[in-house]
């Protein structure tokens, strides 16, 4: 299993679009992956817990993958983070 | 199950027993029935089947979408579809029908309730109006769901329905009418709302500002609606139901006998010719206008042409209607308004909402900014002119120079049917409402240049009185009684009799049979109300005499607290 906290920078935060792109993104790896946020843990690949998760421009999430590919995957949705879920603000 | 009786105000009298029929807030058209439990796996089994077809629309869409290359539309799409597909939307809805043995539609709104509170609470405006996705994510299924017409017409027990709601928007009153209900009981509303409006309409008893009523009745629990004095109760004794069935017995006789005096003409004691006339919305309502006895149409809502659709009615379409309304009238007066809508009643998606819609681009106001809309309408009505005695009404007039800008644009319509060489009316009066209390105290000058005057006494309490009529913390503050109400009235009445102009009320007040006389004796010759109200006041104005009348409403205009006037008018009335 893998941990890694990521910082949410794009604008809208994970909106209803930035959202299915995560969620979308989680269902391609076998592992189980979530999202923690102050106390809450929600399975990424369920669109209602991430949107219902409410993270804004500036939340810190911690991102956790458990399975075969949770490698891949961590390192993925990074990239998807870092890349302001591809909305270039 | 014990018997409890809840009060509200009564906005349509009647008495009424038979089921509750319950219906949700937001999505109104969803019904709670519950179902035996061997139904249960077809129950589900008919939620999937909706959402799979709902699946198979999205995808359908997305495809048509890619053609046009739309991504931003089709990341809405996608975000549906991934909503549907999601387990924590699409389990749980079938395990609330098993575990309440309820219908799928209520199971799904339960679901949807259930989420759209918890994005209530989302700080973030942005995500919380994510909530919407959700909400039109169901709002698909429901359709499919609703789209069998067995459903709805299983739940149709008959005419003793009594439907038990929030509330009852302009859109969803025109779908009501449609369905045979007995009662309407709202926990919201005031006498002027939509729900009054609508229960008058179909001479059903209704009472609203119940608060609660969705909470405390449950479904197809039996009911009695006492619309005469406000009451509701729930599971009646037998001996309640007894006497019930007595007084709805006495109501039904009462009410026959005031259609005795349907054919006689509308006179008072000193032989006073006074009209009475209908409040129109739709030309359906023709049928009630005849069955009371009307003797002409003294206000043809047209708002009601122009909601539950996605285009606005063309000029043809609006001529169809207004000649077909002119002509069954014959040679008698069809006041035609134009356009009053604002926010609250037009329910295309391209209106914005302003937090004070009342106050806000409505009526004349919208239809100075929307020339084009208006001219459409105002040729229709000009060319139905030539097939019966048509007047135009313009509603919400605030100032002079709008008046002014309004006759310039029925000129110009004129103008241009001329051109074409089509007839219309080249003599047709032109009326002006008095709603806006700064035209009421001007009335005169309005007098002087307008063919009639029309007090609409619903807007003009409000507008006076600065009460929102659709808040119930302050409704019981609307007082037609106000001795400021009955001033503006006075000066109005008193304008057109100085210029010789006919001046009418054709608010709730022309058809409350208990002001009758006091608006008789204040020199109102001209009544429009709801058809059903009509024989009512018709039966005070045979027993009245206009010259007796007049020193007792005189006292009343001097008096100063509305107390005070209650008392006199129900001695005047005695």
């Known amino acids: 299993m893998i941990k890694k906290k990521m910082k949410i920078i794009n604008k809208l935060g994970l909106h209803a679009r930035a959202s299915s792109k995560l969620t979308q993104l989680a269902c391609s790896f076998t592992s189980e992956i979530f999202l923690i946020k102050d106390k809450n843990k929600v399975n990424a690949k369920s669109i209602m817990e991430v949107l219902m998760l409410a993270a804004s421009k500036n939340t810190i999430i911690l991102v956790m993958a458990d399975g075969i590919d949770e490698k891949e995957a961590i390192s993925d949705i990074e990239n998807l983070f870092i890349n302001y879920f591809g909305e270039g603000e | ?574």
């Open chain 2, 1 to 574: 199950m014990s018997s409890f009786n809840i009060h509200g105000v009564s906005v349509s009298n009647g008495i009424a027993i038979g089921k509750a029929h319950l219906i949700s807030n937001a999505l109104l058209e969803v019904i709670h029935y519950q179902l035996d439990k061997n139904e249960v796996p077809s129950e589900i089994k008919r939620l999937s089947r909706a959402m799979n077809e709902v699946k198979k629309d999205l995808l359908k869409i997305k495809k048509q979408l890619k053609k046009d290359s739309s991504d931003e539309f089709s990341a809405f799409i996608d975000t549906h579809l991934m909503i549907l597909t999601d387990k924590n939307f699409s389990e749980k809805p079938k395990k609330i029908i098993s575990k309440d043995t309820c219908n799928a539609e209520w199971a799904l709104k339960k679901h949807m309730d259930f989420f759209v509170r918890k994005f209530e609470q989302i700080e973030d405006e942005y995500i919380k109006e994510r909530k919407n996705d959700v909400i039109q994510v169901v709002e698909r299924i429901l359709k499919v769901l609703l789209g069998h017409p067995s459903q709805s017409s299983q739940i149709n027990k008959g005419n003793s329905a009594i439907l038990v709601a929030h509330d009852i928007s302009p859109a969803d009153a025109l779908q009501f009418k449609k369905h045979q209900y007995a009662a309407f009981l709202t926990d919201m509303g005031g006498s002027t709302s939509h729900t009054a409006i609508l229960a008058r309409s179909l001479n059903i008893p209704s009472i609203v500002a119940l608060q609660n009523a969705r909470g405390l009745i449950k479904n197809n629990e039996q009911i009695i609606v006492d619309g005469n004095q406000g009451i509701v109760i729930i599971n009646p004794s037998e001996e309640i139901l007894k006497e019930y069935q007595v007084r709805q017995n006495l109501w039904g006789i009462e009410q026959k006998k005031l259609s005795k005096i349907k054919n006689i003409q509308s006179k008072t004691l000193n032989n006073e010719k006074i009209e009475l006339l209908a409040n129109i919305e739709v030309p359906d309502d023709m049928q009630s206008v005849k069955d009371n006895g009307a003797t002409g149409i003294g206000l043809f809502r047209t708002e009601f042409l122009f909601m539950n659709r996605k285009e606005l009615p063309n000029e043809e379409e609006q001529f169809k209607i207004y000649k077909t309304v002119a002509k069954s009238m014959k040679d008698k007066t069809v006041v035609i308004r134009t356009l009053d809508s604002g926010a609250d009643k037009l329910t295309s998606a391209d209106t914005t909402i302003s937090a004070n819609p009342a106050l806000g681009l409505r009526a004349i106001r919208l239809c100075l900014s929307e020339p084009q809309l208006f001219n459409i309408q105002l040729r229709a009505i000009l060319r139905a002119s030539k097939f019966g005695k048509i007047k135009i009404l313009i509603p919400m007039l605030s100032s002079l120079s709008e008046l002014r800008q309004t006759k310039l644009l029925i000129e110009r319509a004129k103008k241009s049917l001329h051109n074409q060489k089509i007839l219309y009316n080249k003599n047709i009066k032109i009326g002006g409402m008095i709603e806006v209390p700064a035209v009421a105290i001007n009335a005169e000058l309005f007098a002087q240049e307008l063919d009639f005057l029309s007090i609409g006494t619903n807007d003009l309490i409000q507008y006076t009185l600065a009460i929102d009529r659709t808040d119930d913390r302050v409704s019981h503050l609307y007082n037609p009684l106000h001795p400021a109400i009955l001033k503006l009235i006075n000066i109005t009445i008193k304008a057109g009799k100085k210029y010789n102009k006919e001046v009418s009320i054709c608010g709730e007040m022309a058809g409350d049979s208990k002001l009758t006389k006091l608006l008789l004796g204040m020199g109102l010759r001209h009544f429009s109300m709801h058809p059903s109200r009509i024989l009512s006041v018709k039966k005070q104005v045979l027993n009245s005499n206009t010259q007796k009348l007049l020193p007792w409403s005189t006292k009343i205009l001097k008096i100063k607290e509305s107390e005070t006037i209650e008392t006199l008018i129900h001695k005047m009335n005695q």
